[in-house]
């Protein structure tokens, strides 16, 4: 716990180095789906990546089950369960699932968390209302990171 | 371990056991739906033929829960039909500049029965694709000189569930060729368009995952014999188009307006996607 503490902090104050690491949704590099390289240099927290699956542009539940989140109501069945995804995938490959899903699976339902272009009339969130401006992922850089995190925890043994 | 595939030279095992309670909800169920003891529902299907994405079709009735269906079974404990009351009411007023009300050229509300199952339909004289509300509009504007309603407002759904409740029972049943051809061309394409920020479709949800949970949700067909529907969420009636834009807007997409071509060009698609199913509007959902 203090260790996980002293390395959000650490996240944080170098969160401006890290900045300037980040690789935009339309640099990163899919090789067979997979993306190799750390989207922000630094490492993902794996307790924010928990939370992200239950909340927010994560909700990652709403479509996969993940028996160590059994805590959580309402687990969804479009997705296959999560458990022992860690088992079945490296790293690099969960990070390329969780920025583009589609680069490894084609024609997915699955979101792309990490893309920015290529949307049929784009809205503002969850308004309904045309989206203007500068287009956000679903999630941040260093969010999929801590995603990416949290599935690696994710092994049958 | 209970299912085993093979995914790209890759070994996928599913424990079917982390799901939780949730297979307790799979799928529809096998209740049948009789209203007032006396209006027999066609609630399961076989598919018609036009449509290749399903074998069978189910009213979204199937995959409520037993409470929720229940209320659906009497009248008097159906909260649409206090809606369903007043729109009859209003079918007798008259207004506007002719001095008319609905009962003036129609009489009964019951002759309308059967008007409801073949909406959207052609209309010949004005050339387009007419969902019941457009009709309904033309009547107040071009017959009794009112003004017209907004498209999904309240006095325009209880009048649509009032001229829906005429027809319950009766078999969905709209025309998708001669001039309605390109019109059902247009809502098919719609439907199969991955909208919005999640890029989703209508058919990832309602035809490649009907029966499933998403998140506390669980997908039924997306069929529309059932509108105008009175939902316990938000505890009034829903217009068809309202459904439509909500669904879209969940996929962060730039949803259109009730009463457009497209959601018009949507409607005669989506109710041709239940053609056989009984017209069950007002219906309750969650």
């Known amino acids: 716990m203090t260790r996980l503490t002293a390395l959000v902090s650490a996240t944080a104050l170098f969160a401006t180095v890290a900045a300037a690491e980040t690789i935009a949704p339309q640099d990163v590099n899919y090789a067979d789906g997979a993306v190799e390289t750390s989207l922000t240099g630094q490492p993902g927290d794996p307790q924010a990546g928990a939370e992200l699956m239950n909340k927010g542009a994560g909700n990652c539940i709403a479509c996969h089950a993940v028996s160590d989140l059994s805590h959580l109501q309402f687990h969804g069945e479009i997705g296959p369960p999560l458990d022992g995804v860690a088992d079945r995938w490296s790293e690099a490959e969960l990070r390329g699932i969780v920025a583009n899903a589609k680069q490894m699976f084609e024609g997915t339902m699955m979101p792309a968390f990490y893309k920015v272009d290529g949307f049929t009339r784009l809205g503002d969130a969850y308004t309904g209302e045309a989206h203007e401006g500068d287009v956000e992922p679903l999630l941040t850089g260093q969010q999929i990171e801590d995603v990416v995190a949290y599935l690696m925890t994710l092994k049958y043994e | 371990m209970t299912r085993t595939t093979v995914t790209g030279g890759r070994l996928i095992m599913a424990a079917a056991a982390s799901v939780f309670a949730l297979a307790a909800y799979a799928g529809p169920d096998e209740d049948e739906l009789v209203v007032n003891d006396e209006i027999e529902m066609v609630t399961k299907t076989d598919a018609p033929a036009h449509l290749d994405g399903l074998d069978t079709i189910y009213s979204g009735w199937r995959f409520r829960s037993d409470e929720t269906q229940a209320v659906q079974t009497d009248d008097f404990d159906n909260p649409a039909m206090l809606w369903v009351e007043q729109a009859g009411e209003v079918w007798k007023t008259a207004e506007g500049s002719e001095g008319k009300s609905c009962a003036s050229c129609h009489n009964d509300v019951d002759s309308m029965a059967g008007v409801r199952a073949v909406y959207p339909k052609w209309n010949e004289a004005a050339g387009e694709v007419r969902t019941i509300e457009m009709q309904i509009n033309d009547?107040?504007?071009?017959?009794?000189?009112?003004?017209?309603?907004?498209?999904?407002?309240?006095?325009?759904?209880?009048?649509?569930?009032?001229?829906?409740?005429?027809?319950?029972?009766?078999?969905?049943?709209?025309?998708?060729?001669?001039?309605?051809?390109?019109?059902?061309?247009?809502?098919?394409?719609?439907?199969?368009?991955?909208?919005?920020?999640?890029?989703?479709?209508?058919?990832?949800?309602?035809?490649?995952?009907?029966?499933?949970?998403?998140?506390?949700?669980?997908?039924?067909?997306?069929?529309?014999?059932?509108?105008?529907?009175?939902?316990?969420?938000?505890?009034?009636?829903?217009?068809?188009?309202?459904?439509?834009?909500?669904?879209?807007?969940?996929?962060?997409?730039?949803?259109?307006?009730?009463?457009?071509?497209?959601?018009?060009?949507?409607?005669?698609?989506?109710?041709?996607?239940?053609?056989?199913?009984?017209?069950?509007?007002?219906?309750?959902?969650?």
Request: charged share 20%; aromatic share 8%; hydrophobic share 30%.
């Open chain 2, 139 to 286: 009547c107040r504007e071009n017959r009794m000189g009112a003004e017209p309603w907004k498209y999904a407002g309240g006095d325009m759904t209880n009048m649509s569930a009032l001229l829906a409740s005429v027809s319950r029972g009766m078999p969905v049943n709209v025309a998708i060729d001669g001039p309605a051809q390109s019109t059902w061309e247009k809502g098919k394409e719609i439907y199969y368009t991955r909208y919005g920020q999640l890029e989703l479709s209508c058919a990832n949800c309602h035809e490649d995952n009907w029966g499933n949970m998403i998140r506390a949700d669980h997908l039924s067909q997306g069929q529309i014999n059932g509108f105008p529907t009175y939902r316990l969420k938000n505890t009034k009636l829903n217009a068809v188009h309202s459904r439509f834009k909500g669904c879209i807007r969940d996929t962060r997409a730039h949803t259109f307006s009730p009463g457009s071509p497209e959601f018009v060009a949507l409607e005669l698609y989506v109710a041709s996607r239940g053609n056989g199913l009984s017209v069950e509007g007002p219906s309750v959902r969650n």
